[in-house]
């Protein structure tokens, strides 16, 4: 790895015993310094860290996830800083890959992107995925902003890796960033666009539908914000509307459509709002579109699913339900080829053995 520039791994962890010592274990030979920032910790995570780095330093958390990241970057010392959350582990693949990753940066990049598998199926497939800012140049001078699901504002050039982190959460739902944001507005801080979608969705999280489709709304009415956090919220408003006021929920669907090309997300709710109202044709439609679309490439949430694996579950469905079984089990085929273990395509594959 002669000639590559050296890297300083920086993280902010509390009470992460569980799953510290996976993350570093799957990182700790591929970077040249760990920096790690305690805000709190009442169980052995310092301990583990300990056992991996000697730059550990302690933070008063005060409810602010950017301020802790930037006191993490303050402590680095090495060209380019890459963070990581506790919960997250470079698999074997890209553990190889990094290296390679390594030797091209050589002080002319900016910043790299990286896929950030968020949930994967039980055969390790991706079902959500997005990009981030991971590594980034420390001359930069780069900085965190907003307390709680926190971004960083960059510029310059950058290089879009294909080497990707794996996040591999073991903690319940917490209402944690809920009640941050709700101090937040208790304090009449000022809530920027982000804040507004993002205060949403933890609403959403924890039951409150009725409260998250006001913030959805206002965020979608104030017309700023990134296109793709304008689909999400989309997508999430039509989510709280499910089973409260359906022609809403469409609504909602469909008003994606006005920030750009048609979403595999959006057609394959679309679709499900079809099937639950037993108007198969309309379904079809929607759900066959999917198999038509090109992925978008972006830096925001995609889910895998939809695109891929999801709609053909749900056109077997639809095709049996109309009787045209060729089609129904053309499509349950394709699916199975996906995602063989899937208990949807187990449970079809015994229905057409047993019927057909």
């Given at each position: 790895?002669?000639?590559?520039?050296?890297?300083?791994?920086?993280?902010?962890?509390?009470?992460?015993?569980?799953?510290?010592?996976?993350?570093?274990?799957?990182?700790?030979?591929?970077?040249?310094?760990?920096?790690?920032?305690?805000?709190?910790?009442?169980?052995?995570?310092?301990?583990?860290?300990?056992?991996?780095?000697?730059?550990?330093?302690?933070?008063?958390?005060?409810?602010?996830?950017?301020?802790?990241?930037?006191?993490?970057?303050?402590?680095?010392?090495?060209?380019?800083?890459?963070?990581?959350?506790?919960?997250?582990?470079?698999?074997?693949?890209?553990?190889?890959?990094?290296?390679?990753?390594?030797?091209?940066?050589?002080?002319?990049?900016?910043?790299?992107?990286?896929?950030?598998?968020?949930?994967?199926?039980?055969?390790?497939?991706?079902?959500?995925?997005?990009?981030?800012?991971?590594?980034?140049?420390?001359?930069?001078?780069f900085r965190w902003f907003g307390r709680v699901h926190e971004?960083?504002?960059?510029?310059?050039?950058?290089?879009?890796?294909?080497?990707?982190?794996?996040?591999?959460?073991?903690?319940?739902?917490?209402?944690?960033?809920?009640?941050?944001?709700?101090?937040?507005?208790?304090?009449?801080?000022?809530?920027?666009?982000?804040?507004?979608?993002?205060?949403?969705?933890?609403?959403?999280?924890?039951?409150?539908?009725?409260?998250?489709?006001?913030?959805?709304?206002?965020?979608?009415?104030?017309?700023?914000?990134?296109?793709?956090?304008?689909?999400?919220?989309?997508?999430?408003?039509?989510?709280?509307?499910?089973?409260?006021?359906?022609?809403?929920?469409?609504?909602?669907?469909?008003?994606?459509?006005?920030?750009?090309?048609?979403?595999?997300?959006?057609?394959?709710?679309?679709?499900?709002?079809?099937?639950?109202?037993?108007?198969?044709?309309?379904?079809?439609?929607?759900?066959?579109?999917?198999?038509?679309?090109?992925?978008?490439?972006?830096?925001?949430?995609?889910?895998?699913?939809?695109?891929?694996?999801?709609?053909?579950?749900?056109?077997?469905?639809?095709?049996?339900?109309?009787?045209?079984?060729?089609?129904?089990?053309?499509?349950?085929?394709?699916?199975?080829?996906?995602?063989?273990?899937?208990?949807?395509?187990?449970?079809?594959?015994?229905?057409?053995?047993?019927?057909?």
């Open positions: 790895m002669s000639g590559s520039s050296e890297i300083s791994l920086c993280m902010i962890v509390r009470d992460e015993e569980a799953v510290l010592g996976r993350c570093l274990q799957s990182v700790y030979d591929l970077v040249d310094e760990i920096i790690i920032v305690d805000t709190g910790s009442v169980d052995r995570t310092k301990q583990i860290a300990k056992e991996f780095t000697e730059c550990l330093f302690d933070f008063e958390w005060n409810d602010d996830f950017a301020a802790a990241r930037n006191y993490s970057f303050a402590h680095a010392t090495k060209e380019y800083i890459l963070w990581l959350d506790a919960d997250d582990v470079l698999l074997e693949p890209d553990r190889q890959a990094f290296q390679e990753l390594k030797a091209k940066l050589d002080g002319t990049i900016d910043r790299v992107t990286m896929p950030y598998h968020l949930t994967t199926g039980p055969n390790g497939q991706v079902s959500y995925s997005l990009r981030r800012n991971r590594i980034i140049r420390r001359a930069a001078g971004y960083m504002e960059v510029s310059g050039t950058s290089y879009d890796s294909d080497v990707a982190i794996t996040h591999k959460n073991e903690k319940p739902p917490s209402s944690r960033n809920l009640n941050i944001y709700l101090g937040m507005q208790e304090r009449q801080e000022v809530f920027t666009p982000r804040d507004t979608l993002y205060f949403a969705n933890e609403l959403m999280y924890n039951g409150r539908k009725e409260e998250a489709v006001v913030q959805f709304e206002k965020f979608l009415n104030c017309r700023k914000g990134w296109k793709e956090d304008k689909i999400i919220a989309c997508l999430s408003m039509a989510n709280c509307y499910k089973g409260m006021d359906e022609d809403k929920r469409l609504s909602a669907l469909l008003k994606t459509f006005e920030y750009d090309l048609p979403r595999g997300e959006a057609c394959s709710e679309i679709g499900q709002y079809y099937i639950e109202h037993e108007d198969y044709d309309k379904a079809i439609y929607w759900l066959e579109l999917i198999l038509s679309l090109q992925q978008p490439k972006t830096m925001g949430i995609i889910n895998q699913a939809s695109w891929t694996w999801m709609p053909l579950i749900q056109l077997t469905y639809c095709y049996d339900k109309l009787g045209q079984i060729d089609k129904a089990y053309e499509a349950h085929r394709q699916a199975k080829n996906l995602v063989p273990d899937h208990p949807c395509v187990l449970f079809n594959e015994a229905y057409f053995l047993s019927r057909y």
